[in-house]
Nanobody
Framework: QVQLVESGGGLVQAGGSLRLSCAASGRTFSSYRMAWFRQAQGKAREFVAAISWSGVSPRYVDALKGRFSISRDNAKNTVYLQMNSLKPEDTAVYYC??????????????????WGQGTQVIVSS
């Protein structure tokens, strides 16, 4: 079973950048689809980006296209979320998710059955 540990969150000023990392344990990481979700205080968890095992054709929520970028390094068992031009509304806990049931980078919560503990991102205005 893959376990996920996120890192890279923190406090950043609006307009700044952060790169989140999600380190996965387990030898089968390369066959899992991976995703990032986020949850702002008082709101539902929402999809941010997803990536297939090969890294081809990642998927993004439309509102974040162009500012966020997901990538993975299967040799390092790590998936990344590069976040640029951050806005106060990007403030949330960011969660890494994984699923072994296929490679298609779906965007639904139910499409992922392994979750990390989350990393807090705070964007100040």
């Amino acid at each position: 079973q893959v376990q996920l540990v996120e890192s890279g969150g923190g406090l950043v000023q609006a307009g700044g950048s952060l790169r989140l990392s999600c380190a996965a344990s387990g030898r089968t990481f390369s066959s899992y689809r991976m995703a990032w979700f986020r949850q702002a205080q008082g709101k539902a968890r929402e999809f941010v980006a997803a990536i297939s095992w090969s890294g081809v054709s990642p998927r993004y929520v439309d509102a974040l296209k162009g500012r966020f970028s997901i990538s993975r390094d299967n040799a390092k068992n790590t998936v990344y979320l590069q976040m640029n031009s951050l806005k106060p509304e990007d403030t949330a806990v960011y969660y890494c998710a994984a699923d072994p049931r296929g490679s298609t980078p779906y965007s639904g919560l139910d499409d992922y059955n392994i979750w990390g503990q989350g990393t807090q991102v705070i964007v100040s205005s």
